[in-house]
C-alpha cells in the first residue's frame, strides 16, 4: 500500500484541468441527488411502507449510512484526481482497488441506459398535460400502457440521450455546471408554486397528516431496509457520480460543508415532493399505496379534476423532466470521463459515443415496459426490471460497500483529505467502517436471497 499518488494520476485530464466553482459543484450535486429518486420514487415507497413514520426512518438512513459514504466518495475523487476507476489506484498504488471503481463505471453507463427511458416517460406527460390530453374522463392506466406500447417512447429517449450529451460534451462549467445553475432555481420556484396548489386543496390536512405524523406501529424490519436503500439511492451513491464530481471540486472547497449542504438540499426536496403529492392525492381519493403508477397514472387522474389542471400537471411532469435530466447529466458524466481517460477520446467525442450506445442499449428495456418485448420476462422480470434490479439493488450496494471499505481501511490519508479531526473524523471512520458496511450488506442480502424485487 502506499498514499502517495503515482504517475497514473494524470487520469487524461488535460494540464488546464476541469473544475467546478464552489456554488457550481454544490448545484450540480444536488441536481445529482434530486432526481426521479426523490420526485417520483420516495412518493410511492413512503405511501407503501408507512408515510410519516418510514420518511422519519429514511432521515435516519440518510444521516447513518447516506451521508458519510457521500463524503467518501467526494473524498475519494478529489483525492485521487481521477474517474470512478483510476481514483482508487491513484490513492494507494493497489490496482485490486480499480476493479471496484471499474463496477461503478458499468453501474453508471447500465443506469443512463434504462435510466432515459423514464425521464422520456415525463417529456411525454409534459406535453400530454400542456395539451389538454390527460383530462378528466381518460382511463390513466390505459393511457400509459398505450403510450409505453407505441414508439414514442424510444422517441423521447432518443431526445434526452441527446441532450444529456450535449450538455456533457460542453464540459464540466460550460455544460454539467452551466446547466445545473439555470435548472436547480427554476426547479425550486416550480416545486413552491405546486406545494402552495397542494396545501390550499379541498381535503389536503389528511395528506399532510399521512405524510408527516408519524405512526411507528405500521413499520416492519422491511420498512427499514427499503429506507436505507433509498436513501443510498437518492444521494446518487455507489455509481460513481459522486466521486466523478468530487475528482472536480476546488482543493479550498469544504467537502464536510458540501455534504452536509447537499443532504439538506436532498431532504429539502424529498420533503416538498411529498407536500406536493400526498395532499394531492389525498384530496382527490386516491390511496397512497398505488405504488410506481403513482405519478404517472395516479397523480394525472388528480390533476385532471383541478381547476386549471391541464397547467399544475404540465408543471408537475415538467418538474420531473428537469429532476430527470439533471440526474441523467451526472450519471452520463462517469462513463463519459472514464472513456477520455483509458481510450483519450475528446470530450465531445465521449460524450457522443456514450450517449449513443446508452440510447441502443436502453431501447429494448423501454420496448419491455408494455411494448413488444414485454412479453419476455426471463426469470420473471421483464427488461427493465433486470436493469433496475441489477443496478440498485446488486451493483449499487456492492459498489458503496467498496467505498466503505476503502475509505475506512485501505486509504490512510481520508480524514486529512476530507478535512476532519478529532470526534468528527472518529465519528465518520466508525460510520464507514462498522455502521455502513453491515447495513449495506444487509439491504444487500435482503434483495438478492430474501426478497428479490
Sequence with gaps: MMDKQPKETALGQSKKAERFTSSGFI?????????????????????????AAFFLLF?????????????????????GRGNAASSFYNLTGNKQWKWFGFMSVVTAFLIISY????????????????????????????HFVDFAA????????????????????????GGIEKFNKILIPGFLI??????????TLPGAAEGVDFFLKPDFSVLTGESALIALGHAFFSLSLGMGCMLTYGSYVQKEQSLGKATVAIGVGDLGYALIAGLIIFPTIFSYGIEPQKGVGLAFMALPASFSQMPLGSLFGGLFFLLLAIAALTSAVSILEVPVAYAMHYWKWSRRKAAAIIAAVSFLLGVPAGLSVAGPLSGWTPFGKSIF???????????????????????????????EE??????????????????APLLI????LYSIFIKPV
Design 59 to 79: 432521515i435516519v438512513c440518510l444521516i447513518l449510512v447516506g451521508l458519510p459514504v457521500l463524503l467518501a466518495e467526494m473524498t475519494i475523487g478529489r483525492g
Design 190 to 199: 416550480i416545486l413552491l408554486v405546486l406545494m402552495v396548489r397542494a396545501l
Design 441 to 444: 450488506l444487509a439491504v444487500l
Design 150 to 173: 407505441g414508439g414514442w417512447p424510444v422517441f423521447w429517449q432518443l431526445v434526452v440521450m441527446i441532450i444529456c450529451g450535449v450538455i456533457v460534451g460542453k464540459g464540466i462549467s
Design 115 to 142: 435510466y432515459g427511458v423514464v425521464a422520456g416517460w415525463t417529456l411525454q406527460y409534459t406535453v400530454d398535460s400542456v395539451i389538454g390530453s390527460l383530462g378528466k374522463g381518460t382511463n390513466f392506466d390505459q
Design 418 to 435: 476530507a478535512g476532519l479531526t478529532g470526534f468528527w473524523y472518529r465519528a465518520w471512520m466508525f460510520c464507514l467502517r462498522y455502521v
Design 385 to 415: 426490471d433486470w436493469f433496475d434490479f441489477t443496478t440498485a439493488y446488486v451493483l449499487m450496494p456492492l459498489g458503496g460497500l467498496a467505498v466503505t471499505l476503502f475509505t475506512g481501511y485501505a486509504w490512510k490519508r481520508a480524514g
Design 27 to 51: 448545484l450540480a450535486a444536488i441536481g445529482s441527488s434530486v432526481g426521479l429518486g426523490n420526485m417520483w420514487k420516495f412518493p410511492y415507497i413512503t405511501g407503501l411502507y408507512g408515510g
